[in-house]
């Protein structure tokens, strides 16, 4: 079974500042790793994913997130952010499977307000 | 450009009454999910779908249950609804069964039974 753990439940920032936001999983094999975003009132947008390859990815947005095996982690982060990305982000897992459904397993989530 | 489309968008119940969440998606998407979002706990699978006339049951199916009579969309049912069924419920799908697919989300429906 996989379990996802976001240690933030709330990060503000100010604008144009640098932000991490941090993601842990628990598996017994391998995973493939994403991140979505939810704006108000919408549904979830991925933002970006680990497969497979190299360990930092980049998304949609100016988001990029690194993949470390040893560290079980999987964090987002972006250079410097705008009012725009206000909104609530999940970091969720889900085994490679070959037939199926995907069952993604998702975190708490991290609620990201960037104040002016 | 619908993607998912979710009806209603919001519902206010009493307990014991029953309703039924619509959820259509237009991208001839193979594989269907229904999720409910709680504060604190990130997004649960309650149902999914593999295909039009197979449902099968996720992490939280108690209370409910759904049906898919025609690929393009996925019921779910609340037979006498609970107070502890208040969440927003969120319909996805995706186009094949491989991990490497997104999973595209409609917009919710907010329901809150009193």
């Known amino acids: 079974a996989q379990s996802v753990t976001q240690l933030d439940s709330q990060v503000p920032v100010f604008e144009e500042a640098p932000v991490e936001l941090r993601c842990n999983y628990s598996s017994s094999v391998s995973v493939y790793l994403f991140w979505y975003v939810q704006y108000p009132n919408q549904g979830l947008q991925l933002l970006l994913k680990?497969?497979?390859?190299?360990?930092l990815v980049k998304g949609i947005n100016g988001f990029e997130a690194e993949f470390n095996k040893s560290q079980t982690s999987f964090h987002l982060r972006k250079p410097s952010v705008h009012i725009s990305d206000t909104a609530e982000y999940f970091c969720?897992?889900?085994?490679?499977?070959?037939?199926?459904?995907?069952?993604?397993?998702f975190g708490q989530g991290t609620r990201l307000t960037i104040n002016p | 450009n619908a993607g998912v489309t979710q009806t209603p968008k919001f519902r206010v119940l009493k307990t014991g009454q029953s309703m039924t969440l619509l959820c259509a998606q237009d991208?001839?998407?193979?594989?269907m999910y229904w999720y409910r979002q709680d504060p604190g706990m990130g997004l649960r699978l309650i149902h999914y779908?593999?295909?039009?006339?197979?449902?099968a049951k996720g992490e939280v199916p108690d209370g409910y249950n759904v049906s898919r009579l025609k690929k393009q969309n996925f019921l779910l049912g609340l037979e006498s609804a609970a107070p502890s069924q208040t969440s927003v419920y969120f319909c996805a799908s995706s186009l094949t069964s491989y991990s490497n697919q997104p999973q595209h989300f409609g917009d919710g429906t907010r329901l809150s039974i009193l």
């Open positions: 680990y497969l497979s390859g190299s360990t």
């Open positions: 969720a897992v889900s085994p490679p499977i070959i037939q199926g459904a995907q069952k993604l397993v």
């Open positions: 779908s593999v295909g039009e006339g197979t449902t």
């Open positions: 991208m001839n998407h193979e594989y």
